[in-house]
């Protein structure tokens, strides 16, 4: 029943999220050809299933840059996309009950004001005085005010819209199941979709597949080290206004925002590795529960409303890998974003645009190199997934 | 933590209540979840406890002996107790005033009932317009009656017998509106109310009651908008098509203080899709409902579903199938299992009769296509986010293709009723606009906790269960 069909494009992109989206839409715009691929819908993995944090402080020294950038970005996205993604920049409190976290925090604010991004440290006090709603349980934190949130439902597929508005051809519910090579370089890609299969033609391969990157890689002989978690969120009821900033405590693992509507997300921080189940455990609700009413007392009174699960992918290091592939010409990984891939998608879109069309991007990219794992370091703390 | 039971039984209808009698009387250990304080579900309702004095109406009195006979048989009632949650392992949560936090069942029997099927037009969002179900619940259980001057609009003879109920309580029925038109296709099914004197004797006695007092029954007629600043003041009535799309030119208006709605019932089978039951597109049925063995167990071994819940059929049937489930998820759990095939048999020839009767009912009174299509683009499909058709139709336009996509993109059910309003709305109106089967876009996926449940009572879950969670998940 296969029927197959040929197409041509400059640059596949594999992969439907934020990265692959942001990275079909500034190539259309640079007058690129590009066949976006996805094997569901648009944005409807990690991309648009997250916490909606758009952060830049608590970040991995090489990730920091990026972030920064990417914010710049974020600011202007609404007028650049055409679509309110809900985008503000309400601020990031990152929150400390011990002393050890406060530490963290404080070593932490100097490297990050030596890159340039403002950062404030608060002491009980003042966090008192600044945030009234937080629980009496928190010491202190470190707040940067140009931090903020967006919804993930409408940014991913706002790229994807835009995107299509610029010319991408968007193939939805279409699987990409094979990447063709010739004499060492890109060559096709084929692809599997309800009206059977298509092959397209082409010299470029982004490859934007979140957890599902690794199956396909592999067919390259690629080991691509990235492991998919579950994340899971619960939301409250409609409330009446409460805070704008992006609130976290690793102490708690919980993180919380209050979206335009009036609900509060509550998630988790540090998601269970190595499984695409999205189902929600009764324990997770639990978990989320009690930390949602440990955090801020005010919600004691609400109600979860309802649950969800998404699939991320976490690398060895928690830091996403953004490269060029030896050995194999045209085949670019953006992937492994570990949990900070919604705030990253426009800089990393913008990036790999450049990384094609001018041959170096603007930021470097060789710290988020795949070759990094054959020669392992030591493995920073784990980040939360936001 | 999780309490391990033998059969849990969720709801307390006529289902509900036949399924735990037959488990206990089998000598299976049963807990009975009820979300209301107390048995009886819509069929049975009975009244609050204030109005208990009052000769109580038959079907009411029916519920309390069932009832009876269910303690006596000594299962443990659990009322106002929501089940707010359904995992892998029988694993129900729950919320209420007594009762551990989660039941570990062996055999889950769910008997959930149905909910009214909302319809959109013009004006349905206005105070004064209601459900035929909210006006039931108003006049049987609080002795309140929904208004003045009433219009009663469609299908089936539970409508003569609100109208009925209504006018007794001294209102002023309007008209009752019957979407159906009957010619030739009633006489045809008649033979299946051979069996069914109760029902006939009912819908008679209802129906001769509104001819005595004049109350115009109006069949091939339906809503085509509600009229009103604060609240219904009159009502645009057309004739409606076999599809029951509006015929051009057959408008009239009513004046009327409150509009009844009554065009059948939707299964509430979210527990059975949470837990991963395997459902099928009914529309004779109500909607989507799980697919069942002949001892109503779904797809998943040891979860049975019964009643209006997973199919629906009304009461008797309901009683039925409750009966056959309980005997059967008895037997699982080691109770009389070698006499319950024989059990099972013997009730075959009153399933069979209920069943003709429920086929012959859905012949009659399933709503047509068109009732879908009184909405226009400035009508509110989703109540609780207040989204406007015109919204729904840009989203699909824009390629989102299923219930879910249009969920995320339009809120459309992410309100507090958690989409039970506007599922059925929304599906229909994106299968309309891709040229598509209903059956093809499905329903909204259901997430927990299905209905709103305090953070507080849920966070107080014991700690064990979250350590339990972690090892399940480095098991993995």
């Known amino acids: ?386 | 933590m999780a309490e391990q039971v033998e059969v849990a039984v969720v709801g307390a209808g006529p289902g509900g209540l036949s399924a735990a009698l037959a488990a206990a009387q089998a000598g299976a250990q049963v807990t009975l979840v009820e979300g209301y304080g107390r048995p009886g579900g819509q069929y049975f309702r009975q009244m609050a406890a204030e109005f208990q004095l009052r000769d109580p109406l038959r079907h009411q009195r029916e519920g309390r002996a069932l009832w009876e006979k269910v303690l006596a048989a000594g299962a443990r009632f659990l009322p106002d107790t929501i089940v707010w949650g359904a995992f892998e392992g029988n694993l129900l949560a729950l919320q209420g005033p007594q009762g551990p936090p989660a039941l570990e069942a062996q055999a889950v029997i769910l008997a959930t009932g149905a909910y009214d099927r909302p319809v959109a037009f013009p004006g349905w969002t206005l105070p004064g317009v209601m459900t035929a179900g909210a006006a039931q619940a108003l006049l049987k259980q609080q002795c309140i009656l929904p208004g003045k001057r009433i219009l009663l609009a469609g299908t089936g003879p539970l409508q003569f017998v609100l109208a009925a109920d209504l006018v007794h309580a001294g209102a002023n029925v309007v008209a009752v509106l019957e979407g159906a038109r009957f010619f030739g296709k009633a006489s045809r099914r008649a033979g299946a109310l051979w069996g069914q004197w109760e029902r006939v004797a009912e819908g008679l006695s209802s129906r001769l009651i509104l001819l005595r007092r004049g109350v115009p029954f109006r069949p091939g007629w339906g809503i085509v908008a509600a009229h009103g600043t604060d609240q219904v003041e009159s009502a645009t009535i057309a004739r409606l098509d076999s599809q029951w799309r509006h015929t051009p030119d057959s408008e009239e208006t009513l004046a009327c203080d409150t509009l009844c709605l009554g065009y059948g019932f939707i299964p509430s089978n979210t527990l059975s899709r949470l837990l991963g039951a395997k459902q099928e597109w009914r529309p004779d049925l109500g909607g989507e409902v799980p697919l069942r063995d002949r001892h109503m167990q779904t797809s998943l071994p040891g979860v049975y579903a019964v009643g209006d819940g997973a199919g629906v059929g009304g009461g008797p049937l309901a009683l039925v199938e409750g009966r056959i489930a309980g005997i059967a998820a008895a037997a699982r759990t080691g109770h009389h299992a070698s006499e319950a095939e024989k059990a099972i048999r013997r009730l075959a020839p009153v399933l069979a009769r209920e069943r003709r009767f429920q086929r012959m009912y859905a012949a009659l009174f399933t709503p047509g296509p068109g009732v879908y299509e009184w909405s226009r683009d400035d009508t509110i499909l989703c109540r609780c986010e207040e989204v406007p058709q015109a919204h729904v139709r840009r989203t699909v336009a824009l390629g989102a293709g299923s219930a879910n996509e249009v969920k995320a993109i339009t809120r459309c059910g992410m309100g507090d009723c958690q989409g039970r309003m506007c599922a059925h709305l929304v599906a229909h109106c994106i299968a309309r606009e891709m040229g598509r089967p209903v059956a093809e876009i499905g329903l909204f996926r259901p997430r927990p906790p299905i209905f709103p449940i305090p953070i507080a009572a849920l966070g107080r879950q014991s700690a064990n269960a979250v350590v339990g969670a972690v090892t399940e998940v480095a098991r993995r």
């Not at chain 1, 839409?25 to 991309?47: C, F, Q, T």
């Open chain 1, 1 to 386: 029943m296969s029927t197959s069909r040929k197409m041509g494009a400059e640059v596949v992109v594999v992969g439907g999220g934020i990265i692959g989206c942001a990275a079909a839409y500034y190539l259309a715009r640079r007058g690129v050809k590009v066949v976006l691929l996805e094997k569901s819908v648009v944005g409807g993995e990690a991309s648009g299933r997250n916490g909606g944090g758009v952060r830049a402080q608590c970040r991995e020294r090489r990730e920091r840059p990026l972030a920064i950038a990417s914010i710049k970005l974020w600011v202007g996205l609404q007028a650049e996309l055409g679509f309110d993604v809900e985008y503000v920049q309400g601020g990031n409190i990152r929150l400390a009950t011990n002393e050890e976290r406060m530490a963290t925090l404080r070593r932490e604010s100097e490297e990050e004001l030596e890159d340039g991004l403002v950062v404030d440290l608060w002491d009980r006090d003042e966090l008192r005085r600044l945030t009234p709603y937080l629980s009496d349980d928190f010491i202190g934190a470190k707040y940067c005010p140009s931090d903020g949130t967006a919804n993930p439902i409408l940014a991913s597929r706002a790229f994807g819209w835009a995107a299509k508005r610029e010319g991408v051809t968007l193939l939805t519910q279409t699987e990409a199941v094979n990447i063709g090579v010739h004499t060492g370089r890109v060559a096709s890609v084929t692809a599997r979709g309800k009206d059977g299969e298509v092959l397209i033609e082409a010299p470029w391969v982004i490859h934007a597949g979140g957890p599902w990157t690794p199956q396909l890689s592999r067919t390259l002989g690629i080991q691509a080290p990235i492991e998919p978690a579950r994340s899971t969120i619960a939301i409250t009821q409609r409330m009446p206004f409460l805070f704008k900033e992006f609130i976290s405590s690793h102490d708690m693992g919980v993180y919380a925002r209050q979206a335009r509507e009036g609900r509060v997300h509550i998630g988790g921080v540090g998601a269970p590795p190595g499984t695409f189940d999205q189902d929600v455990p009764a324990a997770t609700i639990a978990h989320l529960a009690r930390g949602a009413a440990q955090m801020l007392p005010g919600l004691c009174g609400a109600n979860f409303l309802r649950t969800w699960s998404g699939t991320l992918e976490v690398t060895p290091d928690k830091v996403p890998i953004i490269d060029h592939v030896d050995g194999i010409r045209g085949y670019v990984l953006a992937s492994g974003f570990s949990g900070h891939g919604f705030c990253l998608g426009p800089i990393a879109g913008k990036l790999l645009s450049e990384l094609i069309v001018d041959g170096e991007p603007s930021l470097p990219l060789h710290e988020f190199r795949l070759s990094r794992f054959e020669h392992p370091a030591g493995q920073p703390e784990a980040s939360p997934h936001e």
